[in-house]
């Protein structure tokens, strides 16, 4: 049933996904740019404090975040498999891959908690509060007050990300997207997938670059 | 806007066509409204209010600085006031003012849409203007905030005032005007009617699409630098604190790479308008159509390599303020091909004197001086001079200021017709306009000149000395007040009594003018063709 979900201002259903496509990518673009002051800021610091960078990255738990990657990238698979299983009509497997989408991205969260909950205790707080190691250096704190901003911005939106996820399971579940409609989802998935991006930009400039 | 659905009377002899005002009348009709029509007249009712809280407090500064002591305010009340001017006058009336009620209601039939390509989130983008309007007056009435509108760390994260809901409700502006723009884009992109290709697209479309792509590349930026500021004075995790070991200077870098093409989001539009104007009442093809088009989107790209200008004295290197220094001159060569192209287009038209010509003048005239002292103000060596006095005050009224209100007086005096179906007083209008804009003049050349003489800015006293231009400037500032209240006033009147405009009451060629004034709800009952270029006005005399 094509026509449920055309807009009467749009000449064709064609030309209304392209607008929500066009419209989504502006968004992401937006997105992106707001991001990247936070990218800028850090590099800026970075630059002036270079040596605290590296010991401040010295200090966040590697493996852990290595985890929280993968899981995010195993996430990104099952929400473009979502997309293309729709596309076939084969709307039980989607509404399962959505699913899976939605608890990895659940995991990811709790990991990231449990992180912080690990700072917390070694008493690395953002700002004036932090009463951990290498307090005695700005560029320690400053790298810890970047790291609770941008992974924080960060959970903020895989927390958007998974409100989306979970309409979606249901407008697949009403048997809304298939071969010929599957727009909302195919956006959806784009969205997933620059949060994921945005992590893998995080994970090395928080852990890997010791 | 009525406020029940009380049975209407019974209808009277002359039977109104149905249009967008009287297709419904529910105060309900318009809070849920996704009409396009509707959301630009409530826009153009939130901007014009907004206008008239941040005139008030500019006249109140002008009435401080009729004296060089201390009279009707403290320095803290005085700090706060200017702050409040620039945040109501930037965020609430110059960002959205065209845009958002001229943008909205007239793009779509310029294009010859039926609506916005998501006339959803242009509701939204209405109530988060509504949202952030009502936060930035909770701190005001809270306490105000003191920074000045650019709300500079280190002072910001320090000062007792209520910062936090201010910049709050900034944010909150921000991510409207992005829904706006955002719209704008995919709307021109893919809701052109048959035939309107991109050459043949109104210069004011041209302008928003322009603008747009810089509401939502640069808003964002901002929206995070001020929630940082935000956590910084919450929090004091001192970000761009240096007692924490943070740079202020970062800060100003992210401001400025928004809020200078922030500039270019108030102008462009003005210039969108102005292109309309001019050839509407010179009755002539525009001189070069291509030219205003590459000089708007020229405009809005070199806009975002610019803003070091405003960091000339901040610390920076010889060779970066050169590179700026340059780079903004840019600017000046694209202003300067649309004003020829105005002239150009004026040059032997068949003219009428009409009231948005008259602010078009006004236009020409502050953009003129207002663009060559800030040429002046992007060659290094000057503008330490000029830095943080008067004369910086004087230049962004005249351009940024006096442009932007010359080309909303202009649209607004050229649409009104178009858009409530009503025509108001011209000779009145046509003196009101030289009211205001001898006002505009009057009030801010003198500040050139105090500038220059080196009175600084964001003051309450000042020595006795700088008295007399002072009295000049102030004595302007009533002239532009009550030049734009007598405005709002016959315009108000005009709502209500004035003559029935026609649908085409300028006699032009544009898709809007070919439906009836206001227009129907759903603008065009066919998809309109369009077969020629805009304002081929040659073409229409030898037919």
């Known amino acids: 049933m094509p026509t449920t979900h055309h807009v009467a201002h749009f000449e064709d259903l064609a030309k209304q996904g392209h607008a929500a496509r066009l419209g989504m990518w502006l968004f992401l673009g937006s997105e992106a740019l707001l991001f990247s002051g936070l990218f800028t800021l850090y590099a800026a610091y970075r630059n002036e404090y270079t040596s605290d960078f590296a010991a401040g990255a010295q200090l966040t738990n590697l493996p852990l975040g290595t985890i929280m990657t993968a899981v995010l990238l195993v996430s990104s698979f099952f929400m473009a498999f979502a997309l293309a299983t729709a596309r ?29 909950t690990m700072h917390f205790r070694d008493g690395i707080f953002p700002g004036a509060y932090y009463t951990g190691p290498l307090g005695e250096r700005h560029g320690v704190v400053l790298f810890f007050t970047l790291y ?63 | 806007m009525t406020t029940t659905a009380s049975p209407r009377p019974p209808a009277p002899a002359h039977v109104e066509t149905k249009n967008y005002l009287n297709a419904e009348t529910t105060f309900r009709s318009w809070a849920t409204t996704t009409d396009h029509k509707r959301i630009g007249v409530l826009f153009l009712a939130g901007v014009t209010l907004s206008a008239m809280l941040g005139g008030t407090f500019a006249l109140l500064l002008r009435l ?22 620039g945040v109501v006058m930037v965020w609430l009336f110059m960002i959205p003012a065209i845009p958002g009620a001229f943008g909205n209601f007239m793009v779509p039939l310029m294009i010859g849409a039926r609506d916005v390509a998501f006339p959803r989130l242009n509701l939204a983008s209405f109530y988060f203007y509504l949202s952030g309007a009502l936060l930035v007056i909770a701190g005001a009435i809270a306490g105000g905030a003191d920074t000045g509108w650019t709300f500079y760390p280190p002072y910001s994260a320090q000062t007792p005032t209520a910062l936090v809901p201010v910049l709050a409700g900034v944010f909150v502006l921000g991510i409207s005007s992005t829904m706006t723009g955002l719209n704008f884009i995919v709307t021109i992109h893919t809701l052109r009617t048959a035939g309107m290709t991109w050459w043949r697209l109104p210069l004011f479309v041209w302008a928003i699409y322009a603008t747009s792509i810089i509401l939502v ?23 761009f604190n240096p007692a924490h070991g943070g740079d202020p200077i970062l800060y100003q870098h992210l401001f400025w790479f928004y809020s200078h093409p922030a500039v270019y989001i108030m102008i462009l539009p003005a210039m969108g308008v102005i292109s309309e104007v001019v050839p509407a009442f010179s009755r002539k093809n525009v001189f070069s159509y291509r030219g205003i088009v590459i000089a708007s989107v020229g405009i809005a790209l070199v806009g975002f390599l610019t803003w070091g200008h405003h960091m000339f004295t901040s610390g920076m290197s010889a060779f970066d303020s050169g590179a700026f220094g340059v780079l903004s001159m840019f600017v000046a060569i694209f202003s300067a091909i649309k004003v020829f192209t105005w002239v150009g287009t004026l040059y032997r038209g068949r003219i009428t004197l009409s009231t948005p010509l008259l602010y078009f003048f006004g236009f020409l005239f502050l953009f003129a001086f207002g663009g060559m002292t800030g040429v002046a103000l992007a060659s290094t060596s000057l503008d330490v001079h000029w830095h943080d006095t008067y004369f910086i005050v004087a230049h962004f009224h005249f351009i940024m200021v006096g442009g932007t209100m010359m080309g909303f007086m202009a649209g607004l005096h050229f649409w009104f017709p178009k858009m409530f179906g009503r025509l108001y007083s011209q000779r009145l209008s046509a003196v009101v306009a030289l009211l205001a804009i001898s006002g505009f003049i009057l009030t801010f050349t003198p500040q050139f000149l105090l500038g220059n003489a080196g009175m600084p800015r964001r003051y309450h006293t000042y020595p006795a000395e700088y008295q007399p231009l002072n009295i000049i400037s102030t004595i302007g500032s009533w002239a532009i007040g009550a ?61």
């Open chain 1, 148 to 210: 609770y901003i941008m992974t924080g911005l960060h959970a903020l939106h895989v927390i958007g990300g998974l409100v989306l996820v979970g309409w979606l399971a249901r407008r697949t579940r009403r048997g809304d997207f298939g071969e010929a409609w599957s727009t909302p989802l195919e956006l959806g998935g784009l969205y997933w997938h620059f949060v994921d991006i945005i992590w893998l930009f995080l994970w090395p400039l928080f852990y890997l670059l010791r």
């Open chain 2, 64 to 85: 401080e600085l009729l004296t060089p002591e201390a009279d009707v305010m403290t320095a803290m009340t005085y700090n706060r006031l200017f702050t409040l001017h």
């Open chain 1, 88 to 116: 076939q009509e084969r709307s039980r497997v989607s509404i399962a891959a959505l699913a899976t989408t939605f608890l990895l991205g659940i995991v990811f969260l709790g990991l990231k908690a449990t992180e912080y």
């Open chain 2, 217 to 239: 590349l640069a808003t964002p930026v901002l929206g995070l630098s001020l929630l940082l500021v935000a956590i910084d004075h919450a929090f004091a995790l001192g970000v």
């Open chain 2, 483 to 543: 030049g734009l209240l007598i405005g709002l006033l016959y315009l108000l009147v005009a709502l209500w009594r004035g003559k029935p405009a026609g649908s085409n009451p300028w006699n032009l060629l544009g898709l809007e003018w070919s439906i009836s004034s206001p227009p129907p709800p759903h603008n065009f009952e066919e998809p309109p063709k369009v077969w020629q270029e805009p304002y081929d006005y040659w073409r229409a005399r030898n037919d």
